[in-house]
Nanobody, 120 residues
């Protein structure tokens, strides 16, 4: 009913940049939050960045000053601009959204994941 499709991952050298995109489609009444998570090999999935409906943002300490989350509400799309990438940023990145499909129909949804590899 609601689908999140993400893109933009790939291989990049240390110090390089990538831009991830996530687009939500389907039966959407409203989107409360849009965010990005990542899961390095052998580790748990952790929050990278989130933007809330009012526009406020939160970032993991490890990415502050390097990553920026933004959104296009009209397109139900959000982005993660990643600059000054480091090898420790290597992970599968997942987009996430808390979406209302109608009254009392609010759920958390996940994208399929996209691999980001930072290596020389």
């Amino acid at each position: 009913q609601v689908q999140l499709v993400e893109s933009g991952g790939g291989l990049v050298q240390p110090g390089g940049s990538l831009r991830l995109s996530c687009a939500a489609s389907g039966s959407i009444f409203s989107i409360h939050t849009m965010g990005w998570y990542r899961q390095p090999p052998g580790k748990q999935r952790d929050l990278v960045a989130v933007i809330i409906s009012g526009g406020s943002t939160n970032y993991a300490d490890s990415v502050k000053g390097r990553f920026t989350i933004s959104r296009d509400n009209a397109k139900n799309t959000w982005y993660l601009q990643m600059n000054s990438l480091k090898p420790e940023d290597t992970a599968v990145y997942y987009c996430n959204a808390v979406i209302s499909r109608g009254p009392s129909r609010t759920y958390s949804y996940w994208g399929q994941g996209t691999q980001v590899t930072v290596s020389s």
